[in-house]
Structure formats: structure tokens, C-alpha cells
């Protein structure tokens, strides 16, 4: 079993300087509204931390489970 925590998660480095962490309400609202939201990363970028790991361990295939932003 492989457990890891996402960015700006946990241990894992955290992007202060990004300015939509610096106004999180705000860009929450943005986004109920379905307007743009500028993000430092996005759950595509998530997904492919994930599939870069498990390259870097070097496994093949995996089956993978997730719960809530961990899915």
C-alpha cells in the first residue's frame, strides 16, 4: 500500500504565494458562480503527481483507491 498527500496537504509542500490561497472564500464563490478561478494547480496537475509517483517507484499497475480529494 502506497500513501501519499497531495499538494498543499498534510507534510507536503505548501504554495503560500499563490493568490488564490490567499483569498480562498473568494474563490469559492467565484467558482458557485461558474466563473474562472485562478488556481496554482489543477486536479489534472493532482492526477499526474499520482502517475509520476507511481512511475518513480517503478510500478507498472496499480489498482487505485481514493475518498473525497484523495479519489
Given at each position: 500500500?502506497i500513501r501519499?498527500?497531495?499538494?498543499?496537504?498534510?507534510?507536503?509542500?505548501?504554495?503560500?504565494?499563490?493568490?488564490?490561497?490567499?483569498?480562498?472564500?473568494?474563490?469559492?464563490?467565484?467558482?458557485?458562480?461558474?466563473?474562472?478561478?485562478?488556481?496554482?494547480?489543477?486536479?489534472?496537475?493532482?492526477?499526474?503527481?499520482?502517475?509520476?509517483?507511481?512511475?518513480?517507484?517503478?510500478?507498472?499497475r496499480a489498482?487505485?483507491?481514493?475518498?473525497?480529494?484523495?479519489?
Amino acid at each position: 500500500m502506497i500513501r501519499f498527500d497531495n499538494r498543499d496537504c498534510g507534510h507536503s509542500t505548501r504554495l503560500r504565494s499563490a493568490a488564490s490561497t490567499r483569498n480562498l472564500p473568494g474563490a469559492i464563490a467565484r467558482a458557485l458562480l461558474r466563473l474562472p478561478v485562478r488556481a496554482p494547480y489543477t486536479l489534472d496537475d493532482m492526477a499526474d503527481d499520482a502517475a509520476a509517483l507511481l512511475t518513480a517507484l517503478e510500478i507498472g499497475r496499480a489498482h487505485v483507491v481514493g475518498a473525497s480529494m484523495g479519489a
